[in-house]
């Protein structure tokens, strides 16, 4: 095994691939947007390919685009905790939202995804920027952007208080003396602010990694501030090399700032990707990709995200002007990066869709499994990332290509392992466990006893 | 195969069985209590023996006897999921407030359960009558009993519109033509009240079972009407075969005041259960869970349980006096239960205590297969239940005994099932699938439009 700095790889998983219209591909399989005998094909493949983590996104609201675009998944808790079932080593990343669930409710399933995986849990901290959700739990309008990333900080802060909740030598078993759990080692958390109030304890023991690995994908300001104060995995979407060593650079000084160790934070981000076994069958798949795609899709998906009525200008015209990001509540970070797309590239409404159409604003690639090493190589060794966030642009066909094709040849480049190298999610990402919070403070009232 | 009527069974799962100390027994595992190997044993088992379901009770809160009443479970979400991958035919009944919870995150789940079971969940409705849940919640107290069953009626009525928000040819994976789904068969909900305000629709397509089985457990008053009006498998805690009979006859009578037909609720008391070889191996276990009751353990939940500090009284001395039930919020039928059986049975702490540690407040039984499915029989058919919730006393021993000892006579005596009847858990309940609300409306849309 090489001693080298390796890339950590995450699966991005969804039904039919993340180019818009890949559920059209004769390849495609969309009747299994509901059943686990799909997600349960890909994430074996995944494992088999030794990736470090499949991640679901996720979103508490339909949206509007179901008539030309497919279903993404099922729920993450349920879906990947069935996972956790048929797998073994990979790790299990859910996006769960800040805004919109409880602490303690949160906190718990993350807890039991961690016990029943053996430690393989991730959370990816969303604080729900898009859409409508906020009119399925009672409330006229979402959270301010600034307010949902305090909402943020509080409800992590409060989840690692609950999850320490059980130091880790509380549970006895003790059947001789009828001792189940050392009480004095179970604590209450009474955390009561004017957001949350919670009593604790958790009802279950503490979660195997301590806490689940802490995903977060903020790109703003405070999205950046949140990242660095908590995150430990770094999702971001960035169009050029030079962009991603910029936000890479800039968030590992932030987290320098709070007195973390940058090498405990893991900047990967999203690669859509196609990959051929030779160059010409790429550009085949990627032309496949293209004539799928459905203008009216794209031009009511990018109208909500530009806010701009673009279905009033003539599609093979330039981009109108869009409005100043200091005005948008919603994704900012992935309107400023399509803006900037949209000027430096000139580009019209059609080439705009094309080009979004498989990333999403994330870097497209198509290409032999060596140009796509290559381009992987170039961000990871080029001071842009600790890996990345593979976005298949086809589902699952882009996986089994990625992993027959790419991975061997980053293997052979050293630059990605061969072999899990532990059993926990945090083990495979060198992430270190946490320190429980609670544990200290007995240390210490035992000290004062003592003395 | 027997045409008779069947009886339906239950399998309540936990990590080491029913009897409140069981947990001390050599035989039992403890430590599986968070990890999925003796979670997916016992399902595998249960599933052998053809259970038509593994059960799984919940509470959003440590409570106060972890330091000698070992943990039930990991959180039902995640562990049905987890066994969802890993069986195939039986039932995942999983226990969800109705209090503190969402409606459109609980039908989610649901739907997403079911979806990778391939039609196999069932909710168990709950208002969580008990402890200090509200505290982890943000609430200064608890919603008061009628309150409580408002807000189940409205969440689990509004649930079945989230559900019905998809019609069942909602989805079209019309790959040519561009058409993922038909939007004219998904629906908002736009459900608006005091309580709770959803706009919907769901973002995932109508279960496979149109909804989950839905359970309910109430036997106040209240609890009795909102099973009659949406219940259609009912848990209950019955001591004596006349009460059985009573409470059989009363939902059942109740069930037609409301329009549906009486076999369509299935009721199904608890039956808390010793297994032997011979009588005096029954009785030997029995013994020995008697032995490792903790009495301090019984005195502390009992005096929660009846509202009265039984540690100020002698332990051999008869039960003091209790409240009035009508002052009682919290589990009031179990309150009444245990009450008329101290009184019917001039019971003293200690014989309360062992009487309780067993059962809490269900049936206990301990004897051969023979007498266990006289017993059984007896129950079923003198119009007492349509099955039970079989809890094993010990586990994973019990549950092992009662598969290979019971199970057979029951099945040599035609009184269940040798193999599942259907793949859905409906089906193998004899319950029909509910029709979706908005696609008679839909029709009626359509008939007018014709007209
Ligand atoms: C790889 C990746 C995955 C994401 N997944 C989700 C998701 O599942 N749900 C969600 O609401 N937002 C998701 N986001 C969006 C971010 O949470 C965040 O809203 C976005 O990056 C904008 O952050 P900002 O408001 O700080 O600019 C994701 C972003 C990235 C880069
Ligand atoms: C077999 C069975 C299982 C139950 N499981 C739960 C449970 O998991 N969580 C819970 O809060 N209550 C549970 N209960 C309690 C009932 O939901 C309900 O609170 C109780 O029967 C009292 O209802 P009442 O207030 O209508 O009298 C269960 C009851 C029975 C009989």
Redesign the interface.
């Known amino acids: 095994m090489s001693t080298n700095r390796q890339m950590i790889l995450n699966f991005f998983m969804n039904s039919t691939g993340f180019h818009e ?1 890949a ?4 390849s ?1 399989e ?2 299994g ?4 005998s799909l997600y ?1 094909k890909m994430a074996l493949i995944a494992e088999q390919a030794k990736f470090h983590t499949v991640f679901l996104a996720d ?5 509007e685009n ?6 993404n998944r ?2 993450p ?3 990947l ?6 797998t073994e080593r990979i790790g299990l990343v859910a996006t769960v939202s800040t805004s ?3 602490p ?2 949160t906190a ?2 993350f ?3 961690d ?4 430690g393989r849990a991730g959370w990816n901290i969303v604080t729900t920027g898009i859409g ?1 959700t906020h ?4 409330r006229e309008q979402n959270y301010e952007h600034t307010e949902r990333y305090q909402r943020a900080l509080e409800f992590v802060q409060l989840a690692t208080k609950l999850w320490d909740s059980w130091e880790d030598d509380a ?1 006895l ?1 003790d ?1 001789a003396r ?6 004095e080692h ?1 604590h209450a958390v009474r955390h009561r602010s004017d957001i ?10 503490r979660p195997p990694q301590g806490y689940p690995v802490l995903a977060q994908a903020g790109s703003s300001e405070d999205g950046k501030e949140l990242a660095a104060r908590i995150g430990e995995l770094i999702y971001t979407a960035q169009q050029t090399l030079a962009d991603a060593q910029a936000f890479y650079a800039d968030v590992k000084s932030r987290v320098e700032k709070y007195g973390r160790n940058p090498n405990e934070v893991k900047i990967v981000p999203g690669f859509s990707v196609i990959v051929g076994a030779t160059e010409s069958e790429a550009k085949e798949k990627e032309a496949e990709l293209r004539e ?1 795609i ?1 203008p009216e899709l794209g031009l009511h998906r990018l109208s909500k995200r530009l806010k701009v009525d673009l279905f009033s200008y003539p599609l093979d015209g330039p981009v109108p002007e869009l409005p100043d990001p200091a005005t948008i509540n919603e994704n900012r970070s992935r309107f400023e990066l399509m803006k900037n797309m949209i000027e430096s590239e000139k580009l019209t409404i059609r080439q705009l869709i094309e080009r979004v159409s498989g990333g999403n604003g994330h870097r497209t690639f198509a290409g032999t499994a060596e140009k796509v090493a290559d381009e992987l190589e170039s961000w990871f060794t080029g001071g842009a990332c600790d890996g990345f966030v593979i976005r298949p642009q086809a589902l699952p066909s882009g996986l089994e290509d990625f992993a027959r094709l790419v991975v061997p040849e980053l293997q052979r480049r050293g630059l990605f392992h061969t072999e899990y190298r532990g059993t926990t999610l945090r083990e495979n990402l060198g992430l270190a466990r946490p320190n429980n919070q609670f544990s200290a403070q007995s240390q210490q009232r035992k000290g004062v006893q003592l003395a």
Chains 1, 2 share one sequence.
């Open positions: 219209t559920w059209r591909l004769p495609a969309p009747e947007v509901t059943s686990l349960k979103a508490y609201e339909l949206g179901v008539k030309h675009q497919a279903l099922l729920e808790y349920t879906l905790s069935a996972l956790a079932g048929v919109y669930t409880e303690y409710h718990r399933l807890a039991s995804l016990h029943l995986s053996g409508k009119l399925n739990f009672g549970l078993f059947k009828g001792l189940y759990a050392d009480v179970i949350f109030a919670v009593e604790g304890p958790l009802n279950l023991p799928s459905i």
